[in-house]
């Protein structure tokens, strides 16, 4: 049975309300911080995602925010957007971006939604899945430019397969 099946076909579903849903169903420590928003954490094999949700009815957007932390040496840094650089260009789906100021990697992820349409609990699971498993794909590249000597390209041939596990 798919998780779409749990829900009843209804035009007031919100987005959250799922999201919801779904945390519960993956067991995953969650926070309804408002209605429009929900903040969860979700354990992979490299870290703990902390992962945020939030729906605009301005832009209808369901918007993702994964994030983990990163603290590399200043003088790392180039190292690690030229990195950010090649992730990105794999990526097809959602795209990394470093916050330095708080020292977080950050996935971002928007899933409009105009016209009325009604994401499904399959796509938003997905998203989420995707958002962990580019960051669990991503994260060794990550560390490798932030703590050795290997340039971008060396640590990118620890990314090119993809991660195995589950969100």
Request: glycine share 4%; net charge negative; proline share 4%.
């Amino acid at each position: 049975m798919s998780l779409s099946e749990d829900f009843h076909q209804t035009d007031e579903l919100h987005p959250i309300d799922i999201v919801e849903h779904l945390a519960e169903h993956h067991d995953w420590d969650f926070d309804r911080v408002t209605d429009d928003q929900i903040a969860m954490a979700v354990e992979g094999q490299w870290r703990t995602y902390s992962i945020t949700l939030a729906w605009s009815s301005y832009d209808e957007t369901l918007r993702l925010i994964c994030t983990f932390e990163m603290e590399p040496p200043e003088d790392k840094l180039p190292n690690l957007y030229e990195a950010l650089n090649r992730t990105n260009d794999m990526c097809w789906a959602g795209a990394f971006t470093y916050w330095n100021e708080q020292r977080l990697m950050v996935y971002r992820y928007g899933l409009v939604l105009t016209g009325g349409q009604i994401a499904s609990a399959d796509q938003i699971d997905r998203m989420i899945g995707a958002a962990v498993s580019a960051s669990e794909r991503f994260y060794p590249a990550f560390q490798l430019v932030s703590w050795t000597d290997q340039t971008p390209t060396e640590a990118m041939d620890v990314a090119i397969a993809e991660a195995y596990g589950r969100a």
